[in-house]
Nanobody, 115 residues
Framework: QVQLVESGGGLVQPGGSLRLSCAAS????????MGWYRQAPGKERELVAS???????NYVDSVKGRFTISRDNAKNTVYLQMNSLKPEDTAAYYC?????????WGQGTQVTVSS
């Protein structure tokens, strides 16, 4: 059974940093692409960053140069380092894993950027 557990969200001032973590269970972590999505109130969920099994990464334009996705296969964990945070980054952030066309989601972690 696949379980994804996010942590690391919180309240941060504009310009600050946070690192989100997502611990995965269910086996064979290293062979699956992982992603971070976010959803702000009244908006659709959007893909923020993804990392493939070969460590190829992709980012939505609004976070390029500020966010970094990485993975530690020994720990079955994917990270999202978020720097230079802006108020518009405020959202619930969700970890995602795709297995054979099925999406698995964590419970989400709230990130609030405010002074």
């Amino acid at each position: 059974q696949v379980q994804l557990v996010e942590s690391g969200g919180g309240l941060v001032q504009p310009g600050g940093s946070l690192r989100l973590s997502c611990a995965a269970s269910g086996g064979f972590f290293s062979i699956y692409s992982m992603g971070w999505y976010r959803q702000a109130p009244g908006k659709e969920r959007e893909l923020v960053a993804s990392i493939s099994a070969s460590d190829s990464t992709n980012y939505v334009d609004s976070v390029k140069g500020r966010f970094t996705i990485s993975r530690d296969n020994a720990k079955n964990t994917v990270y999202l380092q978020m720097n230079s945070l802006k108020p518009e980054d405020t959202a619930a952030y969700y970890c995602n894993q795709k297995r054979f066309g099925i999406d698995y989601w964590g419970q989400g972690t709230q990130v609030t950027v405010s002074s």
